[in-house]
């Protein structure tokens, strides 16, 4: 590649998630000319494959699983059907609207271009660009930030390439239900679709090699959680090691697992890959500008973003850490900061909140118990059963608990754990009270409105006296 080739731009992101699309705007705003590099679509995974279509279809699954409870509230709603061709197309319109409007917002900005294709560094502030179209682009700038985001990954069980399985993204296409869906891996994906194809009508067993679902919550939470999964009619097999895939007669799928009791053979219409992501590294060459990853391909990254090579950031789920759209977002605003407006803000100490969105949701902000006593911190623990709570018995979803890990010196609240119906709201009003480093008796002790599942914050903290 000749020198003159190179197309100069102040500077180059690569990835239009929820950290590049807006990363682009702000710095074209600032007087930089900016190529925004996009290979497929704009607004990353969550737009297009995680958050939004996956939670557009969690809601058409409450609503029938709501149904079909119709006569616990004294309604007749008659029999229940799934219209998986009508939910998919109401879940595509709704992407369809979120995508058109962030890459409107781009193509609208005066100083960003827009290159849909495949790019690839070729020195430390070069990148080549493989067209969608066909052909090549060669950019250089200064400045260089990625947010590849990550994909499924595959679980290394033999005879898996050679039957037709699913991953996150694949599923969403399904325009019927399956008979009986097998979910490889326990985690947060494998939990929301596991209890999502359910209530659409499916069988499905999830297969988790360790012995909880949910490895990163306290034992006691993510027994709860699987409580509530198997009231749901989930069979949900535990400290369960995949062996072997083959194909069955009828277009089937076997699957022979280890238990702890033995070798087991399920046999299943549909196959979830849901074990897991990997960095979208592989293309993007960043051997060529030097720059050092983790284990699996992850981009090493300080608490400011900043990769070894001066003037190479990355942001979002490619840097490791929480995969989470509200932190690829932080990790935006931490960026603008330092970059345009000569502040000094970094990852380090930030609070990490999340939901599951099963349901009722699981939402963690702050430590768990075990992480906590792991620290060596000292520690009270306040935990409630949902069922304590008035609105949620009045709603008629009291499954869940609610757990928090109080400081015992500062009596500051170090984390919680809802699981419960709008656990994720309810969390965040924790979290707020952690962020203000607040002691627990001002929850304890706050005026709430009743009846509310705010004013279980109440009872709660009530729980340490």
């Not at 709704?94 to 495949?118: A, H, K, Y």
């Not at 399956?178 to 596991?194: C, K, Q, R, S, T």
């Not at 803000?345 to 009722?360: E, H, I, K, N, S």
């Amino acid at each position: 590649m000749s020198q003159a080739a190179l197309e100069q731009y102040d500077a180059i992101v690569i990835g239009a998630g929820q950290s590049g699309g807006p990363l682009s705007t702000a710095l074209a705003r600032d007087g930089r000319k900016t190529a925004l590099i996009e290979r497929k679509w704009v607004g990353g995974s969550c737009i297009n494959s995680g958050c939004t279509p996956t939670k557009t279809m969690a809601a058409s699954a409450r609503v029938a699983y709501l149904a079909r409870r119709a006569g616990d509230y004294g309604v007749d709603a008659g029999t229940v059907t799934v219209d998986m061709a009508k939910v998919r197309r109401r879940t595509q319109a709704l992407v369809d609207s979120f995508r058109s409007g962030s890459q409107g917002d781009i193509e609208g900005t005066e100083g960003v271009d827009l290159v849909f294709g495949e790019a690839s560094f070729t020195g430390p502030h070069t990148v080549e660009v493989r067209l969608q179209p066909g052909g090549t682009r060669a950019l250089t700038a200064p400045l260089i930030l990625i947010n590849t985001g990550l994909r499924p990954s595959d679980p290394p069980v033999p005879g898996l390439d050679l039957v037709p399985t699913l991953d996150s993204t694949a599923i969403q296409e399904l325009e019927t239900v399956p008979d009986h869906l097998m979910v490889l891996g326990g985690g947060y994906i494998g939990v929301e679709f596991a209890q999502m194809f359910r209530r659409f009508g499916a069988m499905v067993t999830v297969i988790e090699p360790a012995p909880q679902l949910l490895g990163q919550e306290d034992p006691d939470v993510a027994e709860e959680v699987a409580k509530i999964l198997r009231e749901d009619g989930i069979e949900v097999l535990l400290q369960a090691t995949p062996l072997r895939v083959q194909a069955a007669s009828g277009g089937r799928i076997q699957l022979t697992i280890r238990t702890q009791t033995g070798e087991r053979t399920l046999t299943g219409t549909h196959l979830l890959k849901a074990a897991g992501r990997v960095p979208d590294t592989d293309a993007l060459n960043v051997a060529a500008a030097g720059v050092k990853t983790q284990e699996r391909g992850f981009i090493q990254v300080d608490d400011r973003l900043e990769t070894n090579v001066p003037g190479i950031y990355a942001m979002g789920d490619v840097k490791g850490g929480p995969a989470f759209t509200h932190i690829s977002y932080d990790d935006f605003r931490v960026l603008r900061a330092n970059l345009l407006d000569s502040g000094n803000a970094t990852t380090a100490g930030r609070l990490v909140p999340y939901t599951v969105f099963m349901d009722p949701q699981m939402a963690r902000v702050g430590l768990t118990e075990t992480q906590a006593r792991a620290q060596g911190r000292k520690i009270r623990v306040a935990k409630m059963p949902m069922s304590y709570v008035a609105r949620a018995l009045e709603l008629d979803e009291s499954r869940g608990l609610m757990k928090a890990v109080v400081d015992v010196d500062s009596g500051e609240i170090l984390g919680c754990a809802i699981l419960g119906i709008e656990g994720g709201e309810v969390m965040a009003m924790v979290q707020i009270a952690m962020m203000g480093h607040l002691p627990y008796t001002t929850l304890r002790d706050a005026i709430f409105t009743h009846p509310t599942l705010a004013e279980s914050l109440n009872s709660l903290f009530g729980a340490l006296e």
